[in-house]
């Protein structure tokens, strides 16, 4: 059983270069989330998608982009990439309130270095 | 917006107690979360609480006061493995796509 599952696990990036971490999970979660997770800060809401074909943005959304192709994918996008986005990034998933209490189920973390 | 507070770092000895207090501010509350995370590790779920009162399960338990915007997370019986982060979430109704929000985390480290 997979559950959901992240590319890359870690990443040293250039400022300026373009980057997508992928996550897909294989238990037909309706819901999807990427948080970025910083010391201190605790985990912040980047974007989601309630379902296939619809996002919304989160708590801190600017400069990154994501797109709900179909049920299992959720691509994160980070277009031009700047030191600040430096971080471990999680992908998680939920089957959405109605199915559950809502819980979300994590992916292991994208550790992403940007310099 | 939400406002989610609980202590950084907390101490405490194998086999005693440790309870890891949050407090939060929501205009929709509709459940509160726990989680475990240990170092490099992902976030798993511990226990959820949506109605006043204690839910049970083995060696942790969650309480819930919706009139005062408090939690706690009590971990019983210590064990060395559980040291590791713990994470209070609350979830908003009115907040697009019904989202979790998340508190900093307390670290607790278990010394023998």
């Known amino acids: 059983i997979a559950g959901i599952t992240q590319a890359p696990t870690s990443q040293i990036l250039a400022a300026g270069r373009r980057m997508t971490l992928r996550c897909t999970q294989d238990?037909?979660?309706?819901?999807m989330y990427w948080y970025r997770q910083d010391l201190g800060l605790g985990l912040r809401l980047i974007h989601y998608?309630?379902?296939?074909?619809?996002?919304g943005k989160g708590e801190v959304p600017d400069g990154y982009s994501v797109s709900r192709a179909n049920t299992d994918d959720f691509p994160l996008t980070l277009a031009s990439a700047v030191p600040s986005q430096t971080s471990v990034y999680f992908c998680?998933?939920?089957?959405?309130?109605?199915?559950?209490?809502?819980?979300?189920?994590f992916g292991e973390g994208s550790r992403l270095t940007v310099l | 917006g939400q406002n989610i507070d609980q202590p950084t770092e907390m101490t405490a000895t194998e086999g005693a107690i440790v309870q890891i207090n949050c407090t939060y501010q929501?205009?929709?509350?509709?459940?509160l979360f726990w989680y475990q995370q240990h170092a490099g590790e992902a976030p798993t779920f511990l226990s959820y609480?949506?109605?006043?009162g204690l839910e049970e399960k083995g060696r942790f338990s969650s309480f819930l006061s919706r009139s005062k915007g408090y939690s706690y997370l009590l971990l019983k019986e210590l064990q060395m493995k559980d040291s590791a982060s713990y994470l209070c979430?609350?979830?908003?109704?009115?907040?697009?796509?019904?989202?979790?929000?998340f508190g900093g985390g307390t670290r607790v480290l278990v010394k023998p």
């Open positions: 998680a998933s939920s089957p959405g309130p109605a199915q559950s209490t809502g819980e979300l189920f």
């Open positions: 609480n949506v109605l006043d």
């Open positions: 998608s309630n379902t296939a074909g619809t996002t």
């Open positions: 979430a609350v979830r908003d109704r009115r907040a697009a796509g019904n989202k979790l929000t």
């Open positions: 929501t205009s929709g509350f509709n459940g």
């Open positions: 238990m037909r979660h309706n819901a």
